[in-house]
Nanobody, 127 residues
């Protein structure tokens, strides 16, 4: 079974940066996708960024130009570099993984296709 675990959350002031990491185990299928989602108690889950194993990336409009998703295919580690953070980015961030390819763009908005989810890591941005 595929398992994922996040790390790297924390507290930062507005304008600062954080990098999240997600380690996947059991991910042996040649094609797969991974992604970052976030959710607060008052909001529905929101797709942040997704990436396919062939390198295609997709971003939510709210983070384009500020966040960068990347994937170490050898080590199966997913990263999310978050720059120019704002208080609106405060949330619990979840890592997810799914098998196959060609669906990560739609998966960004629906979450469909992602079958393995982490427990989340908290990101807090103060003004």
């Amino acid at each position: 079974a595929v398992e994922v675990m996040e790390s790297g959350g924390g507290s930062v002031q507005a304008g600062g940066s954080l990098r999240l990491a997600c380690t996947a185990t059991g991910l042996t299928y040649p094609r797969y996708a991974m992604g970052w989602f976030r959710q607060t108690p008052l909001k529905d889950r929101e797709g942040v960024a997704t990436i396919e194993s062939d390198g295609n990336t997709y971003y939510a409009d709210s983070v384009k130009g500020r966040f960068t998703i990347s994937l170490d295919n050898t080590k199966k580690i997913l990263y999310l570099q978050m720059d120019r953070l704002t208080p609106e980015d405060t949330s619990t961030y979840y890592c997810a993984a799914g098998l196959g390819g060609g669906w990560a763009h739609l998966g960004l908005t629906t979450g469909n296709g992602f079958t393995s989810w982490g427990r989340g890591t908290q990101v807090s941005v103060s003004s």
